[in-house]
Each structure stands twice: as C-alpha cells, then as structure tokens.
C-alpha cells in the first residue's frame, strides 16, 4: 500500500467544476410557490364550474346518463387530489358533490383560498430568496474549497519535489545516519561535561574559601612565629644578662665596666690593650639626642657603611650609655635601648657569618664630665675571634 496522497483532480478541471455546480444548482431549483398557487386557483374554478353544471337545474344534469357517471367519477377522483394538495398546503379540503355550497359561497371561499396561497406564496418567495441566498453562500464556499483544492494541490506537488530531493539526498549520503550518531554521543558527552563545568565552580567556590581560610591560619600563623621570631632576634640581639653575652664578648665587657671612675689615662690605655688582648677595636661610636633612643636619619647610611668595613665571622658588639643626668633607672633603659636600635640596624646588613650583640652599661660620664651629652653614645666594636688573627 503506497505512502502517496491520491492525485488531486488538475488546475484544468477547476473552472468546469464551478460550472457543473452552478448548473446543477440551477437545475434543483422548485418552481415558484406563486404559479403553484394560481395553478391551483384555476384548477378549483373548473371543479365549481363543471359541479355547477352537473346540479339540478344545470345543462348537464341527467341521472340516467352514463357520461354522467364517467364525468362524476372523474370529478370525485379531481376533488381527492386536489384536497390531498390543498390539506399539503395548509388549506381546508372542499366538499363532495352532495354539498349544498351556493356557486357565490364556493367563489368567495375559493377566493379566500386564493389570498391565502397568495401570502403563503408570498412567503414561500421570501423563503426561496433565502434558499437562493444560501446556495449563492454554499456556490461560493464550493468555489473558494475549490480553489483551496488547487492550493492544496499545488503544495502537496511541492511538497512531493521536496521530498524526492530528500530521498534522493539521503540516498547519495549513507553515512549521514552514522555521522548523526556520532554527533549525538558526541552532545551527550559534552552535556555531562557542561553539567560537570556548572557544578564546578561551585566545588572551586568552597575550596578556594577553603584555601583562603587556610592561608588566614598559616598568615596568622606566620604573624605569630614572626613576632616569636623578633622576640627571639632581640632575646639573642640583646643580653639582659652577663651570661647571655658571647663567650668572645664577655672579657671586653668586663674589662668596660671596670673602667668606671677611672681617669682618662687609665681608660686610654686599657682601650689600646683591647685589641691585642681580645682583637677588639672601636669602628664608630653613634650619638643620640637627650632622653631619645632613635638613630638620627643622616647616621643611618654610614653606619650601614660600617658593616661593609667587617670582616665575614668577626663579631659586632653594641655598647648603650647615657649621661648622668636625670633618673638612674631611666638612663639604664635609654641605654638598653640605645644599643638595641643601633644593633637591630646593623643585624638587617651584616653578612651570614657575621654575629650582632647589644649590651649597655648604664649611666657614665667617661666620654666628658663637663658636657653630659657626649655620653649619651653607642660604642660599636668589632671583635675577631681568635681563629681569624
């Protein structure tokens, strides 16, 4: 059984199609109620006459008479089919032939008939006019399917081309099937790859909040070990105690408590001993302002300097004083932090064998006892160990 649509009748036979149709429609139409009606009227008149001529008293009237009887005979069967279509048209049947009807009575009813097939003729014209209306409409809506016919006939003509094309295509391109195969495996790996890339950055989302939560730890962290860290710098920068001092320091800083109070004679030749007993020797000595633990800016760039001048593996030793002036236990922590800045600036450029210490001794008025403010100094010695003279 074939997939085809059944042939269509052609564009040649539209027009005499409409032309059947409106001949047809002209074929079907029922005479006019009108000359019914009139037909009618005449055909009662010729009953009442003949009836009139056959009553006693008329020209025809004989009872012996066998045309009589024939003509009775055809006027009764006449009467029957004229009442059958006057009870069909909504009229009353007349009388038989024993009637007592005058003519004038029978004239005035069949009158009355006759207004009354009148109106109804009337009406019946009124309703033809609607019939012809409606087959004008149904003439037009058979024209108008018509040509959708043709439209319909033209499209599916197209369509077939179309589809001739396709099979035709898909005839000389076999492997499309399996090109279309491979293309759908290929989209339904790249959908579960596009669902796996929307929940990725979701999955990234919380371990990039994990990573950042975890590098504030660690940088806490960090923060912490750094502050433990200068705590322990400036725990080994610093010695609070004569045991924490470097066993390589420790004599010299003996040796420089002892020299408190002595004369100026004195504390000149210990300093010239120093170097052949303990490989000390004063580098620079560094200034600071009354009551102030802070470096003045033009001393940073030659105390830097001054590490360039040390040896690898000689030690730097800071020496913190103050002057007299004012509260003993003030002038101890000047001190102390004199030498611990002057350390922490020296430690930041001193090369990996190289070792910095800062010790302090106080208030003194060695350095002048006129002019209090040349004690407020840090002596910066270098000290080589013995393996290196």
Request: charged share 25%; with cysteine; net charge negative.
């Amino acid at each position: 059984m074939s997939d085809e649509p059944k042939d269509l009748p052609d564009s040649e036979s539209t027009e005499p199609e409409l032309e059947r149709t409106e001949k047809s429609t002209t074929k079907n139409r029922a005479p006019s109620p009108v000359i019914l009606a009139f037909c009618m009227v005449i055909v009662g008149l010729l009953v009442v006459l003949i009836i009139q001529g056959i009553q006693p008293g008329g020209a025809l009237a004989s009872k012996d008479s066998p045309s009589m009887d024939a003509l009775k005979a055809d006027i009764e069967t006449r009467r029957t089919l004229l009442n059958r279509e006057r009870i069909a048209m909504g009229l009353e049947p007349m009388a038989g032939a024993s009637g007592t009807e005058a003519a004038e009575e029978v004239a005035a009813r069949l009158k009355t008939d006759a207004d009354t097939l009148a109106s109804l003729a009337g009406s019946f014209q009124v309703l033809l006019e609607d019939k012809d209306r409606e087959l004008d409409l149904a003439r037009k809506e058979a024209i108008d399917s018509l040509k959708e016919t043709q439209r319909m006939r033209e499209l599916l003509e197209a369509i077939r081309i179309e589809r001739d094309k396709a099979l035709l295509e898909a005839t000389r391109n076999s492997t499309l099937q399996g090109q279309l195969d491979a293309a759908n495996n290929r989209i339904a790996l790249l959908d579960a790859e596009l669902v796996r890339l929307r929940e990725e950055p979701g999955r990234l989302q919380q371990e990039l909040l994990a990573c950042q939560s975890e590098r504030s730890q660690l940088l806490n962290r960090i923060a912490d070990l750094e502050a433990q860290l200068a705590q322990l710098s400036q725990a080994d920068l610093f010695a609070t105690t004569e045991n924490a001092i470097l066993k390589e320091a420790i004599a010299l800083f003996r040796e420089l408590r002892k020299l408190e109070g002595k004369a100026d004679s004195e504390i000149m030749s210990a300093y010239s001993s120093f170097g052949a007993k303990y490989g000390a020797s004063v580098l620079k000595k560094c200034d600071f302002a009354t009551g102030s633990s802070e470096i003045a800016p033009e001393l940073n760039a030659g105390l830097m300097a001054t590490m360039s001048e040390v040896p690898d593996g000689a030690i730097i030793f800071a020496v913190g004083y103050a002057s007299r002036t004012g509260n003993a236990d003030n002038n101890q922590t000047l001190s102390s932090d004199r030498a611990t800045a002057v350390a922490q600036l020296l430690d930041s450029a001193k090369q990996p064998n190289q070792r910095v210490q800062a010790v302090y001794l106080g208030q003194t008025d060695r350095f002048s006892s006129r002019v209090p403010e040349r004690n407020q100094i840090v002596e910066i010695w270098q000290i080589v160990p013995p393996n290196m003279r």
